[in-house]
């Protein structure tokens, strides 16, 4: 099948999932077409049957900002005439199901086009965030009923997208996922005495983002104070966003600077879980929580918020550890205990990896996004 996907090239789990899938569909036979403003994150290196197209989004003096929806789609229309594309997979509503649409529409009334079907993905904030907004939500909503076939990443997210949005179209729910073969702890000790220097630290915690205010990078330092006032912790914090200043100066003016390192934006995650003891997010709002699929695949427990999709995730004093977002008692309490008892911690990362292995590997998940594909295009 000839399909290209469109994402946001930035950090955040719908540009990586996105790029995940097309590496995935890639080495299963297909040919896949990513399309954004810029190499999407963990793009990497070369990728047979994978090719990246990038969208150019010029300024004219006549406008107030760039028009990326209008460039989008003149790609997308300009690369379905020279490809062929038999689909068109778009990782977030707007603005890429609705450049999906225009583009359909003009091949459409182009005699002798070849017109692909549309897919459209829901991750999250198109919904939660967009979707809520009168500015947005009329062209949200059109852009999810106009598509051909609509996944969300869990069931939370599509009962959000009906609560929201007054569409009755089905939407079809396909999880997240991660490469179980590149996802699980690896030894890595020289990383883990640089990271945790023996005699001065004991335990290693972190906590990995787009550090947008809904991810509560604050709330991950102050549950930490309180974990380091009983244990030889340190923080890592992975990934950048605009609340990252702000956590590593809260750090600073308790006292932590030392113990909180901020690592920025990090294309290999794999060795910093492998060499964690515990990831942080309480987060309050999560469609699904892919930073925490990622630190429980590299056995890592978890200690959550039990909001939006997590609970599909994570099943709590199981393979992690689910409290409300303010309940930062309960947070820290859950941690100390995982943190000072052996037993329970291998327990909890050991079913973590198991729930992995059992629903969410890519070997599972890219042959339902396979299956949705031919069924929406109706190929045997």
Do not use: W
């Not at 490469?179 to 945790?196: F, G, I, K, N, T």
């Amino acid at each position: 099948m000839n399909i290209a996907i469109i994402c946001y090239p930035s950090v955040g789990g719908s540009g990586i999932v996105a790029t995940e899938l097309a590496k995935c569909l890639a080495d299963r036979g297909h040919d896949v077409h990513l399309i954004s403003t810029d190499p999407p994150f963990r793009l990497g290196e070369f990728h047979a049957g994978l090719a990246f197209h990038h969208v150019e989004t010029p300024s004219y003096p006549l406008f107030h900002e760039p028009q990326y929806l209008l460039s989008l789609t003149n790609a997308i229309v300009h690369l379905s005439r020279e490809l062929a594309f038999d689909l068109v997979h778009a990782h977030y509503a707007i603005p890429h199901a609705t450049a999906a649409y225009l583009a359909k529409q003009i091949l459409a009334a182009t005699p002798g086009a070849h017109v692909p079907k549309i897919v459209t993905t829901l991750h999250g904030t198109d919904i939660t965030l967009l979707g809520s907004d009168r500015s947005y939500s009329g062209t949200v909503a059109f852009s999810i009923e106009q598509s051909d076939g609509v996944t969300a990443v869990s069931e939370s997210l599509k009962a959000d997208t009906y609560r929201a949005l007054a569409i009755k179209r089905n939407i079809h729910v396909i999880p997240n996922f991660v490469d179980c073969v590149r996802y699980r702890r690896s030894p890595a000790d020289e990383l883990r005495q640089r990271m945790c220097p023996p005699g001065r630290y004991d335990k290693l915690i972190v906590h990995m983002s787009n550090f947008r205010p809904v991810k509560r990078a604050e709330a991950v330092v102050e549950v930490f104070r309180r974990v380091r006032a009983k244990v030889r912790a340190r923080l890592l914090l992975v990934g950048d966003g605009p609340d990252l200043p702000k956590a590593t100066r809260l750090a600073h003016d308790l006292g932590l600077g030392q113990d909180v390192i901020a690592l920025g934006e990090q294309d290999q995650v794999v060795p910093l879980l492998s060499v964690a003891d515990l990831f942080l997010l309480p987060s309050s709002q999560e469609s699904f929580g892919l930073a925490a699929l990622e630190a429980m695949a590299c056995g890592v427990p978890v200690i959550a918020s039990g909001v939006g999709g997590l609970p599909e995730v994570i099943d709590n004093g199981i393979n992690g550890f689910l409290k409300e977002p303010d309940d930062l008692d309960g947070m820290t309490e859950r941690a100390l205990t995982l943190l000072t008892t052996p037993a329970l911690h291998m327990r909890v990362a050991e079913a973590a990896r198991r729930k992995v292995e059992q629903r969410f590997c890519a070997d599972l998940v890219v042959p339902q996004y396979e299956a949705f594909y031919r069924e929406v295009t109706g190929s045997a």
